[in-house]
């Protein structure tokens, strides 16, 4: 079986999405922290429930626009005859779900098997980057509610076997 193709349009489209997908999210989280960050005014549980799930739905959108993007190569290189196949495949395919009753020819299966490396590669950077924020904007140490449950769990005893 002859590759090069797969490899020669999977791997440019990995980079290219990884390196979107990071600068993204560097956008993304500037953006918010600047809005919400601790210390920087009164800010509340509603103001970081709020930025996470901005940031949760940028992660999503970003997702879909990078399925597309696989998507948008599986219909140039003919590899699937149209739009809707190739989105749904592409999002199977990303995520890694796989259930979809779409296949590809044996020819183009590693440009799927690809995709779904990148997938886990950009699945990853998002829990990430959703970790980095969560922890720039965590309201712990501004709301009573949250330091006295901080300050009972840490005069917990330590169990020994840990």
Request: glycine share 6%; with cysteine; hydrophobic share 60%.
């Amino acid at each position: 079986m002859h590759w090069s193709f797969d490899w020669s349009w999977g791997l440019p489209l990995l980079v290219l999405t990884v390196v979107f997908h990071v600068c993204a999210f560097v956008l993304m989280v500037k953006a918010l922290v600047l809005k919400v960050r601790p210390g920087k005014g009164v800010r509340t549980l509603g103001h970081f429930i709020v930025a996470i799930a901005l940031t949760a739905l940028g992660a999503a959108l970003l997702h879909g626009l990078e399925a597309a993007a696989c998507a948008i190569l599986y219909i140039w290189v003919g590899a699937l005859p149209d739009a809707h196949a190739a989105m749904l495949y592409s999002l199977s395919a990303i995520t890694s779900y796989g259930h979809s009753n779409i296949f590809l020819e044996d020819r183009w299966k590693l440009l799927g098997a690809i995709e779904a490396m990148n997938g886990q590669i950009l699945f990853g950077l998002t829990t990430a980057f959703l970790f980095a924020a969560i922890e720039e904007v965590w309201p712990v140490k501004h709301l009573k509610i949250f330091t006295i449950a901080a300050n009972a769990v840490s005069v917990l005893p330590i169990c020994p076997q840990w």
